[in-house]
């Protein structure tokens, strides 16, 4: 049950192509933002479609993945842990950040792929 207690999954869409940076002792790290939707019916029956951005961080081989593979606009499903940290901006403004930390990743389906 341990492994449930900070587990996030989502399906979404690349909202742009994977910041990628390699370090000195050769770890790679990947940055990039997923982009989910929620729809419902309001009071009137109108539908309505919620976006919601999402931070997501892969490391190692993932990341080496994420650079070779993904593309902005390509849905994939992710599999994480939520983190979050504060830090204090150039003014001294407290700023605080919410990412997934990605432990596993499934490309669905390629921008460039023709929808079914």
Request: glycine residues 6%; positive net charge.
């Amino acid at each position: 049950m341990n492994t449930l207690r900070n587990k996030v999954q989502l399906i979404g869409n690349l909202g742009q192509n994977p910041e990628i940076r390699t370090f000195d002792n050769g770890k790679a790290m990947a940055r990039f933002s997923l982009a989910t939707k929620d729809s419902y019916a309001d009071a009137n029956g109108k539908k309505i479609t919620e976006t919601q951005w999402h931070n997501l961080v892969a490391w190692g081989n993932l990341a080496k993945i994420a650079e070779k593979y993904l593309i902005k606009g390509s849905e994939i499903a992710v599999e994480g842990k939520l983190t979050h940290r504060t830090y204090d901006d150039k003014d001294g403004k407290k700023c605080y950040y919410t990412e997934v930390v990605v432990s596993d990743l499934v490309m669905l389906r390629n921008k460039n792929s023709e929808e079914e």
